[in-house]
């Protein structure tokens, strides 16, 4: 295995808008919030920055093509700027070039900027659009929801679950969230909710109900990354938040084409976290990972993420969820500022957002929801459906 | 002399659900009160999925029962309700079934006839070639709302082999009469027929020209009136047909069923579909006089053979007809029927543009469903790509067409979807992993909310993916559907 990227490149600041139905907001006002923020982390001026990677995954909605969006909200200087999609992943992947890029030399500093402006589409939920024109001959008539629901009814078959254990298990984890999310006040939702509410809430795809299933918001996020050595040149001094790993893993078709997975896991978590654990140094994650930001665009995507992460035993996880391991006070915190469920999900936003939530609380600057002490936070960012995705795995600790 | 001209193999398509005529009349007697007559039974409906060239497909299907004969010369396909008015209906018939490329098809239209008449010429055909036709009508009828069409017409389809060899009923002869007799007509911009009196029909029309047919057809085939066993004749004027045998002198018993009460008039596809059902039933060495009317008449004398015996559709008109699903809300035939502006929902107005070259070039796998077979491993695999997705094995340009619709396969995993458009919300859609490998995230048709389970059984259906209402197209593809030798009975 290559050396990695383990402790090559810290995070020199951070921003995030609110997110949020912001119905007098462009993609650029957003953009410029979280930018603002996280310029005046950095310490930096605009034109210190070398380079930078802009994510957004429903660009017809708003930008359009190319990176130049970024390049005119910013007014930057001409510098090389990389348009990035991966679905609801594409953030992390902005996180990754500006990471690689700093670590290989080629920039001192860059700039990774995630938006979407979703609530311009009439709707709730994410907008049908063209999946490529054979694609369309013979894909499913499927929804997001409808999409990850299949883990549900194929977990609960597997692991001979009552689904209306299951069902629990998974209203436990959107209570949850929004129990943090209530604590958060760049949250889009912010009221807790009881189990009742969310077993009664209506169907939208078996058996997933309305919260089960995350927001659709407006948002943006942006991070700063430099070398160690050239923030401290800076006369950064204090805590630094380091990248320990960064890893992707892209489905190849045999999710989708062959007949080994059994539709209750993702495959590309799995191979993102083995490789990740690796790349960080951590032999037992269950110890090590202090807290967690998990793309839980789905209740049941939350839930099998634990075992994909290796955090629950297999079949176990609804049972761990049921225990309380994953709340604010758990085992392993998950979704500390309200995830994708609360937070809300401006998808190319969402993987800086994961990725901020766990700068703020490294560096004890979380506020009312602060954690004690964490020491390894690991964000999770996936995007695509379960047989046919991407999965992105950060994690981040003090250098 | 040649071995004769006849059937090899026969077959049928009753969609899945029944309008229970009750609830028609009910929401449409306050208007017409003459409806109350015909308020008896059901009549079969089509799925929203489903139209003239997709249950043309299951009809053949259930004639061939599993079999792909490589001697298949032509595919003939007559209907009145033909999905498109400029692109061979039967082509894609043929694609569907995978039938080799060098094959006649051929569209017959423009008449309640044309079913009998393109037999009449496939089995001229037949007479004058060695290879096998696959003929089949199919019709998904229209008619107003409140109109008794809408209670008497039914949508269905047929299929029979026709060749010589095997044959399970012979061509004793056939005869044919051509009256420009108006009894309806639909122009050629018109949604809907436009009828006239039902006496006028009955008495100048069928009590007039069916008999002279019938009399020159037994006159030529020197075959007595007495003699015949089964007298298969479509009429949705209920007493026609024993009227004819009585004034023919063929024995009353021997009128078949016209299946009034169970699926309604399938159009041109019901004398087709009436005498499937007869050979279901018939016995070796039985004549049977099939009778086709519309501007004038057919009439075709068979005679079963003893490899009738041997014969089985894969799932047959009988099974078909007892398998059905009643809807009481007469709504849903509205919607499905677009006689009623539906609000569709912001989510609809995204309509997926096909475009002709690409499904040009992957018409075996869209239309076929034509998967791979990777001669390395074996591995079963959809769609067909350059590296083999097995992960120990992963040869380039390994693959084999390997057709998949007949493979039986099972519900890994679900869903019933509230939120993507669907005419029929919920939809349903779901993994389905074959037994022989192989596996598709695929769209689920002709089940009910409750009625998916982990680990069901189910069978591929060529169907309507979507429409595309903007360029008037119609996209297909396959859906897994409940295997239906296992469903029962239901209603909503």
Redesign the interface.
């Known amino acids: 295995m290559a050396k990695g990227i383990k402790d090559k490149v810290v995070i020199l600041g951070m921003g995030c808008s609110p997110f949020g139905e912001h119905w007098d907001k462009n993609a650029d006002d957003l953009i410029v919030d979280a930018f603002t923020e996280c310029l005046a982390d950095a310490g930096i001026e605009r034109t210190q920055i070398d380079a930078a990677w802009f994510a957004t995954a429903i660009e017809e909605g708003h930008v359009g093509k190319t990176a130049v969006p970024l390049g005119v909200a910013l007014r930057l200087p001409f510098i090389p700027i990389t348009r990035v999609e991966n679905a609801c992943a594409s953030g992390t992947e902005a996180l990754r070039g500006a990471v690689y890029s700093v670590a290989a030399g080629a920039a001192d500093i860059a700039l990774a900027v995630g938006v979407e402006k979703l609530k311009d589409t009439g709707y709730g939920g994410l907008p049908q659009r063209t999946r490529g024109a054979f694609n369309d001959m013979y894909f499913a008539n499927a929804s997001a929801p409808g999409s990850f629901a299949q883990l549900a009814t194929a977990y609960a078959a597997k692991h001979r679950v009552d689904p209306a254990d299951l069902k629990r298990a998974m209203a436990q984890i959107s209570v949850k969230s929004h129990d943090n999310g209530a604590k958060n006040p760049k949250a889009h939702l912010r009221n807790p909710i009881t189990i009742d509410k969310v077993l009664n809430a209506p169907m939208v795809a078996e058996p997933l109900g309305l919260f089960d299933c995350c927001g659709v918001s407006d948002g943006a996020a942006a991070a700063i990354v430099t070398t160690p050595e050239i923030a401290a040149a800076l006369g950064r001094t204090g805590d630094q938040v380091s990248i320990k790993a960064l890893q992707l893993a892209v489905s190849n078709g045999s999710e989708a084409s062959y007949n080994a997975w059994d539709g209750t896991y993702l495959e590309t978590t799995r191979q993102a976290a083995t490789r990740a654990y690796a790349e960080a140094g951590i032999d037992r994650p269950r110890e090590a990972v202090s807290m967690i930001e998990v793309h839980d665009c789905f209740s049941i995507t939350e839930l099998v993420t634990m075992e994909d992460l290796y955090l629950s035993d297999e079949g176990r996880a609804w049972r761990d969820v049921l225990d309380g391991a994953f709340n604010a006070d758990g085992r392993t915190p998950c979704q500390i500022d309200g995830g994708l469920k609360c937070f809300g999900h401006p998808v190319g936003a969402s993987g800086l957002r994961m990725v901020y939530e766990m700068y703020l609380q490294l560096l004890g600057r979380a506020g009312e929801r602060q954690l004690s002490s964490p020491e390894i936070g690991l964000t999770h960012n996936l995007g695509g459906w379960p047989h046919l995705n991407v999965a992105s795995i950060a994690i981040l600790g003090k250098l | 002399m040649s071995d004769p001209v006849g059937i090899l193999g026969f077959g049928g398509y009753v969609p899945r659900l029944r309008l229970s005529r009750g609830a028609a009349v009910e929401a449409n007697g306050w208007f017409n009160r003459g409806l109350g007559s015909l308020a008896k039974g059901e009549r079969s409906m089509a799925n929203w999925d489903e139209d003239s060239v997709t249950m043309a497909v299951e009809a053949a299907r259930d004639c061939l029962n599993g079999a792909r004969p490589e001697d298949i010369a032509a595919v003939h396909l007559a209907s009145t309700t033909l999905p498109f008015d400029d692109r061979q209906n039967a082509g894609i018939v043929a694609e569907a079934l995978n039938l080799p490329e060098a094959i006649q098809t051929m569209d017959l239209a423009a008449s309640q006839r044309a079913g009998t008449t393109g037999l009449i010429a496939a089995l001229d055909r037949a007479a004058g070639t060695d290879g096998k036709t696959l003929f089949l009508a199919a019709d998904r009828r229209r008619s107003k709302a409140a109109s008794p069409q809408e209670l008497q017409f039914g949508d269905g389809a047929a299929a029979l082999l026709l060749g010589r060899g095997r044959t399970v009923a012979d061509l004793l002869g056939s005869h044919q009469v051509a009256a420009d007799f108006l009894d309806h007509y639909r122009g050629g911009d018109a949604r809907f027929d436009y009828g006239w009196e039902e006496r006028w029909i009955r008495d100048e029309g069928y009590l007039k020209i069916v008999p002279k047919t019938v009399a020159a057809l037994l006159d030529k085939a020197g075959v007595d009136a007495a003699a015949i066993d089964h007298f298969v004749m479509p009429s949705t004027i209920a007493a026609v047909p024993a009227k004819l045998a009585k004034q023919l002198g063929i024995p009353e018993a021997t009128v078949a069923d016209t299946q009034f009460s169970s699926m309604g008039e399938a159009g041109a596809a019901h004398p087709l579909l009436l005498l499937a059902h007869t050979l279901e039933r018939a016995e070796p060495g039985q004549t049977i006089l099939l009778v086709g009317w519309g501007q004038g008449c057919d009439a075709l004398l068979f005679r079963t053979t003893d490899a009738l015996r041997a014969a089985r559709p894969r799932r047959g008109i009988a099974a078909s007809l007892e398998a059905g699903h009643t809807i009481t809300n007469y709504n849903r035939f509205l919607a499905f029927n677009d006689l009623v502006e539906h609000e569709h929902g912001?989510?609809a107005?995204?309509q997926?543009k096909?475009?002709p070259s690409?499904?040009y070039r992957?018409r075996d796998?869209?239309t076929g469903f034509v998967g791979g077979r990777c001669r390395s491993c074996g591995?079963v695999?959809?769609?067909r790509?350059h590296y083999c997705?097995?992960?120990n094995c992963g040869a380039l340009d390994s693959q084999a067409p390997c057709p998949m619709a007949e493979m039986p396969a099972t519900v890994?995993?679900?869903?019933?979807?509230?939120?993507?458009?669907?005419p029929d919300p919920?939809?349903h859609?779901?993994?389905i992993?074959?037994a022989e490998?192989?596996?598709?995230?695929?769209?689920m048709t002709d089940v009910d909310e409750g009625g998916v389970a982990?680990?069901m059984p189910v069978r591929m259906v060529f169907r309507v993916?979507?429409r595309d209402a903007d360029r008037g197209f119609t996209?297909y593809?396959w859906k897994a559907a409940p295997d239906d030798t296992r469903v029962a009975r239901a209603t909503d």
């Open positions: 912001i989510r107005e995204f997926i096909t475009p690409a499904l992957n796998m869209v591995t695999q959809f769609p790509a997705v097995n992960p890994q995993s679900w869903t019933a979807d509230k939120l993507t458009y669907s919920p939809t859609f779901g993994m992993v074959f490998g192989g596996r598709l995230m695929a769209d982990v680990g993916k979507a996209a593809f």
